[in-house]
């Protein structure tokens, strides 16, 4: 599960970029109930996405041309340059190089030798995730990719991750990522490697009180069911959708955790 504890590496930030923000904010708040906090005049239509006063993510306009509206996981860095450098060694590309954000913090954009884009986070003012892990905010975080040794070795290198393989399906194997400093048994989230993925991403998993509702709503607002609703024995209920501006995304009903 994902920690809102500070810890390099693990995931700190989740923000959407989208082609149409009014009506991604609509979608949203309309499925999770969350509420709208703005940062201002001055921040190109950036904010925060909310649930009882406590940040959840962040949203802003898609900044790149040609990029598709997609959510994009910040991994917490104690110092970004050397994360950028870090990446670059690995063989990944840094899209963006480390800027401050007021005094939020520091951060810089990446993408993976196989595609998925990603970010790192130095905290300043803004620290993280304010809720994670009940119904409403992120539980999970996972690279979706056609090239899953590629993967393992960029992220092993770039980021130290600890990586435990766990069997699925009989023939498929999912490797579920920690920390630096884990002994592996405290995931954040998961690599799928799989040669017939339409797109390599991350897809962020949002924790929900009933998957199969949260399922209905998301497509009575305009979102496309990709994977329907399903049972995973020790995870949880868990369906995959696609919102109405094309960004991917999970929700989960983990096995245990308190509605």
């Not at 897809?203 to 496309?224: I, N, Q």
Request: aromatic letters at 10%; charged letters at 15%.
């Amino acid at each position: 599960m994902i920690s809102s504890t500070f810890r390099p590496g693990s995931p700190i930030w989740l923000d959407l970029g989208t082609t149409d923000l009014d009506a991604s904010t609509a979608f949203y708040t309309g499925l999770f109930g969350w509420t709208i906090a703005s940062t201002g005049p001055h921040t190109g239509r950036h904010g925060f996405f909310e649930q009882d006063g406590k940040t959840v993510a962040g949203f802003g306009p898609v900044m790149e041309p040609g990029v598709f509206s997609g959510w994009t996981p910040f991994f917490g860095s104690t110092n970004v340059e050397a994360t950028a450098k870090s990446v670059e060694q690995a063989g990944g590309t840094v899209r963006m190089p480390a800027t401050d954000v007021r005094d939020s913090g520091r951060m810089a954009q990446f993408t993976d030798p196989t595609g998925g884009r990603f970010a790192a986070w130095q905290p300043g003012r803004n620290t993280g995730f304010g809720v994670v892990n009940v119904p409403g905010s992120v539980s999970w975080v996972e690279l979706h990719t056609t090239d899953g040794p590629a993967a393992l070795r960029f992220y092993r290198q770039a980021l130290g991750w600890v990586v435990r393989d766990m069997p699925i399906g009989g023939e498929m194997l999912y490797h579920v990522l920690s920390p630096a400093d884990s002994d592996g048994s405290d995931g954040f989230g998961g690599i799928m490697a799989m040669a017939e993925f339409p797109a390599v991403l991350w897809r962020p998993y949002f924790e929900v009180a009933d998957c199969d509702a949260s399922l209905a709503k998301g497509v009575a607002l305009g979102a496309t069911a990709m994977m329907a609703a399903e049972t995973m024995p020790g995870v949880g209920r868990m369906a995959e959708l696609v919102d109405p501006q094309g960004s991917r995304f999970a929700i989960i009903a983990t096995e245990g955790q308190p509605g």
